[in-house]
Nanobody, 128 residues
Framework: QVQLVASGGGLVQPGGSLRLSCAAS????????IGWFRQAPGKEREGVSC????????YYADFAKGRFTISRDNAKNTVYLQMNSLKPEDTAVYYC?????????????????????WGQGTLVTVSS
């Protein structure tokens, strides 16, 4: 059974950091594109960052560049999203998703391209 489990969310003050984890079971992550997405109340789901299959290239939404880092630990079959310098506008439910298709550039950050598996989401709240 293909499954993703997202974890690591919580309450953090502005300027703080969190590391989200996306653990996979039932398949090997490094053969898949893995994306992180978020959805704030009343807003559409948006792409945050992704790592492509095959070449492992990483892509970031403009708001994430310089603050967030995506990485993959093949031994643990887990993808991480390190988030630094968090802002109140980063508050959202964060989801990870997987798809075996090779995506590059902006296609890697589009939620509708991820059809294989979605994690359950983890809530990130940035507030003082």
């Amino acid at each position: 059974q293909v499954q993703l489990v997202a974890s690591g969310g919580g309450l953090v003050q502005p300027g703080g950091s969190l590391r989200l984890s996306c653990a996979a079971s039932g398949f090997t992550l490094d053969y898949y594109a893995i994306g992180w997405f978020r959805q704030a109340p009343g807003k559409e789901r948006e792409g945050v960052s992704c790592i492509s299959s095959r070449d492992g290239r990483t892509y970031y939404a403009d708001f994430a560049k310089g603050r967030f880092t995506i990485s993959r630990d093949n031994a643990k079959n887990t993808v991480y999203l390190q988030m630094n310098s968090l802002k109140p506008e980063d508050t959202a439910v964060y989801y990870c998703a997987a798809d075996p298709t090779y995506y590059s550039g902006s296609y890697c950050l589009r939620a509708y391209n991820y059809r294989e598996a979605w994690g359950q989401g983890t809530l990130v709240t940035v507030s003082s």
